[in-house]
């Protein structure tokens, strides 16, 4: 573990930016299958309520904008909001990991 410590010693910059931006990879691709499950549980209550009588509104369905009751939309609108971030975070980890690579391959050979 020392030989691994002084290794990464000149470039601790880039090896922090790189497990910072791994931890908000991996948080904002857990926030995913939540909001799945909140588009899945929003679809039985509109079914439990057509099959009861009840009726919904398309309007209420589909277009409420809030977080105690969200709709079809704001729920697709944070899922993709959700995965750029991810994908975002995982393209920059991606590159500080090939700058440590490169450098010591280029600097240290």
Known sequence: MKILFQYL???KFLVA?????AGINIGFSLV???L????????NKYKQAFE???SISS???FNAWSWQHPGVWFIVLCSISVAMVSRI???FQDYFLMLILLFDFLFCS
């Not at 930016?17 to 931006?21: G, H, K």
């Not at 799945?36 to 679809?43: D, E, H, I, Q, Y």
């Open 36 to 43: 799945f499950g909140k588009l899945v549980n929003l679809a």
């Open 9 to 11: 010693k000149p470039y």
């Open 89 to 91: 975070a995982k393209n």
């Open 32 to 34: 995913d299958p939540i």
């Open 52 to 54: 009861s009588g009840k």
């Open 59 to 61: 309007n209420e369905y």
């Open 17 to 21: 930016c790189t497990l910072i931006l």
